[in-house]
């Protein structure tokens, strides 16, 4: 199948991205956002949940979680390439919300056979986050600590996003038959909920214990929906990162346009100057592979897994390389808690790790370009 | 179907048809004489005339000027360029000779020359009979273009011009020149005005070319030095003293961020020629040998490699992007970034085949044992040109960070 030269960005997709953008920047600036989860600093203050849910509803109530959702389950049915500019969007607002772990749960399960109810309670409002990494942190999809066993889910899935904000979850288990899939009320009897400390104040993260919980197997073979909606999960993380990034650059280039330093705005210096035209250019092209990857999804998806690798490996070392330069040519009030690019210097910071680092990324790719690597010692 | 081809207009669509159908019918013979990178290293006439051959070929079947009007030779198409490259791209044909008359006098004549001029210079431009270069840098005007001093002086219906440029790829086959010089030593900006000079028929009377040596021992480029050349008032373009504005335009196609597009057939990607890229060096990769196992086994190596690959697919991807509008928040910005990243990403690939040659990255052309003829060295030491010419890599990051990210003006 061949892509659309235009990515298949329509008017549809035009008009979504651009009430999305209008929606943050009026009912969200990033002095509320500062307002909400910055109001203690200090390191001791412990794990804390801080969103704004009325806000989310208004999000769910404007149909924004469904979008991925099929048509036949209820759904918008929306191309990648719509769902990819609303999480640029989200990511330019760093909005505190489960909105990408649902759009995450959506995409496996839309790779599941019988996920037909599940699709239909995201549909009806439902959020939800996965539960599929284990304590290891290993992104390869499968590799999980939690078991399936008589019906029940046994075992403690961990890194779980936005834990405490979501409705339900998405684990997977092995099994004697494999890895399946399996969808729980995410304050089902037998789930224990233990909130992690993180770095980024825009998120909640957490392990999850499970006591023999019961839950609806969506999937028996997980590993199978797991590849095949990866590619989703990444690009549309990876377009989060675009949007934070694009924050980052501006607020920085209006910074040094405006502080004066040996008489003149920082920016005529072309060590200031240059380092942000890189982090432009670095975002180009990471949005540029991020739109790529997702109109593969909708229309090459034989190509899907590989743009969609190229898309999160370029977006990590932007995530990196934007965060540091916002910081460095802030200057010194850029290293302190009152400025406002500390929230995504944090949130880009745990962007950058999440679902797999650049590394991993190139390093599977490289396993498609070239051919795996041989083993150590042949 | 390729890609871009499920949004042809009918227009384009018939005409991509045309072009298929004539390439596969007209494709010139494979060279006689090894063929350099580009056309900027052209230095034998048997290559020049080889490629002009083909040039006038696709010019005489409508490939080449597709978009300008019929009066001055053109194809009068609209948008049809494009489709004419990406057939010929991907048909691997030798690229064109007349690259800069192609890439840069065509449009700047084309915007700012009366209509008796361009008549009579863009046929034979476009056909490659007439080779153009560029009279823009001098010893004391690189990156500080407006600087430069070259004078013409007034005498009645015509110009005296004195000075010396550099740098001027293909002077030594050029009929004609572009040429930014100074009538007015009292103003910068506003003391220059833009020229079309007939250069070959000059020499020896008041037009003397001699070859620079490049890093890479290949000739190509030349100084030429104006010693009281007479030219007609009629080849000025614009008006007096706006050469900056009209030099503006030239600069602009010249980094691929004009409204023309330029004609281009083959290019780095032709048949018989070196490619520096990911895909090339991953070949390669796979053939050098270090420490007993192919360099594309090593994970470092590896990682590496798929760094160039994704910047390479990042840019092609820029590209595309920059014809969609509601994924661009600024007109310019991915054009302008187009010769800087190009230029950038080529060095980076082949200063990374280098590393995995290991110690064949000693072997130079010539040499029977070089990896890949020696070109990964020509490709890298060439691309410090690229890097170098049409505005440094330094020189574009302030006009992105000046026109893109409005900070202020580093001069």
């Known amino acids: 199948m061949a892509q659309p030269d235009n990515f298949g960005f329509g008017e549809e997709a035009a008009l979504l991205k651009a009430s999305a953008r209008k929606f943050f920047s009026e009912k969200f600036p990033t002095s509320d956002l500062h307002a909400l989860v910055a109001g203690d600093h200090r390191p001791e203050r412990g794990s804390e949940c801080l969103w704004n849910s009325k806000l989310w509803q208004e999000m769910v109530d404007l149909g924004w979680t469904m979008l991925a959702v099929p048509e036949a389950a209820g759904g918008v049915g929306m191309p990648a390439v719509a769902v990819a500019g609303l999480a640029e969007e989200l990511g330019r607002a760093a909005f505190p919300c489960p909105l990408l772990g649902t759009i995450n749960a959506t995409y496996v399960l839309a790779a599941c056979d019988s996920a037909q109810s599940a699709l239909a309670e995201i549909a009806g409002g439902c959020s939800a986050s996965l539960a599929i990494t284990n304590q290891a942190g290993s992104w390869s999809p499968g590799d999980t600590d939690v078991v399936w066993a008589d019906g029940k889910l046994s075992g403690t899935a961990w890194y779980v996003q936005d834990a405490r904000k979501v409705d339900r979850l998405l684990v997977s288990a092995s099994s004697t038959a494999g890895v399946g899939l399996y969808w729980v009320a995410a304050d089902a009897p037998g789930i224990t909920l233990v909130p992690d400390t993180i770095l980024d104040l825009t998120r909640d993260q957490a392990h999850v214990s499970f006591d023999g919980v019961a839950a609806e197997e969506v999937s028996a073979n997980g590993l199978a929906a797991l590849a095949e909606a990866m590619p989703a999960v990444w690009t549309v993380l990876a377009a989060d990162i675009v949007g934070a990034a694009e924050w980052q650059l501006q607020t920085t280039v209006e910074y040094v346009a405006t502080r004066q330093q040996f008489d003149r705005p920082l920016g005529f210096f072309q060590a200031v100057k240059h380092p942000l035209v890189d982090v432009m250019l670095q975002i180009d092209q990471t949005k540029s592979l991020v739109y790529n990857a997702a109109c593969a999804i909708d229309s090459e998806p034989e190509r899907a897994l590989q743009y969609a690798h190229m898309a999160k490996a370029s977006a990590s070392e932007t995530a990196a390389y934007a965060s540091g330069r916002s910081v460095q040519c802030h200057g010194g009030i850029g290293f302190t808690w009152e400025c406002y690019v500390h929230l995504y210097f944090k949130r880009q910071k745990h962007s950058q790790m999440l679902w797999g680092d650049a590394a991993w990324h190139r390093a599977r790719l490289a396993d498609i370009v070239i051919g795996p690597l041989a083993p150590a010692g042949s | ?411």
């Open chain 2, 1 to 411: 179907m390729s890609d871009s081809a499920s949004k042809d207009s009918p227009e384009q669509a018939e005409f991509r048809e045309y072009c298929r159908t004539w390439i596969e019918a007209n494709r010139p013979p494979d060279p006689t004489v090894r063929l350099p990178l580009s056309a900027l290293e052209i230095m034998t006439t048997e290559q020049l005339s080889y490629l002009q051959a083909w040039q006038k070929a696709a010019y005489d079947a409508g490939l080449v000027g597709c978009d300008y009007p019929a009066a001055v030779g053109g194809g009068g198409r609209k948008d049809c360029q494009r489709v004419a490259n990406e057939e010929m791209l991907a048909a691997r044909t030798p690229y064109f000779p007349n690259i800069i008359g192609l890439g840069m006098a065509a449009p700047t004549v084309f915007y700012h020359a009366q209509d008796e001029l361009k008549e009579r210079l863009l046929p034979r431009l476009f056909s490659g009979e007439d080779i153009w270069c560029q009279g823009f840098s001098e010893p004391g005007a690189g990156s500080d273009l407006a600087s430069v001093q070259t004078f013409a002086e007034r005498k009645g219906d015509k110009w005296v011009i004195n000075g010396h440029k550099v740098w001027t790829s293909l002077a030594h086959f050029a009929e004609w020149m572009i040429l930014l010089l100074r009538t007015d030593k009292s103003h910068k900006y506003d003391g220059l005005s833009y020229f079309v000079v007939p250069i070959r028929a000059a020499l020896g009377k008041g037009v003397t070319v001699r070859p620079l040596i490049k890093i890479t021992g290949e000739t190509g480029f030349n100084e030429v030095i104006f010693d009281n050349l007479e030219v007609d008032d009629s080849y000025r373009l614009d008006e007096l003293g706006k050469g900056w504005q009209v030099a503006m335009t030239t600069l602009l196609h010249e980094r691929g961020a004009g409204e023309l597009q330029t004609p281009r057939a083959g290019g780095l990607k032709s048949k018989g020629s070196h490619a520096t890229t990911a895909y090339n060096l991953i070949d390669f990769a796979r053939s050098a040998i270090r420490d007993g196992h192919p360099a594309a086994q090593d994970p470092l190596l590896r990682d590496r490699m798929m760094q160039q690959l994704i910047c390479e697919a990042g840019l092609a991807q820029n590209q595309r992007r920059a014809r969609v509008p509601a994924l661009l928040d600024h007109p310019m910005r991915l054009q302008l970034q187009n010769k800087l990243l190009a230029s950038e990403i080529s060095q980076d690939t082949a200063a990374l085949a280098l590393e995995v040659a290991g110690a064949s990255a000693s072997l130079y052309l010539g040499d029977p044992n070089a990896p890949a003829g020696g070109q990964w060295n020509l490709a890298y030491m060439n691309s410090y040109g690229m890097t170098i010419a049409a505005g440094t890599s330094e020189v574009q990051r302030n006009i992105l960070g000046e026109r893109v990210l409005g900070l202020a003006k580093s001069k």
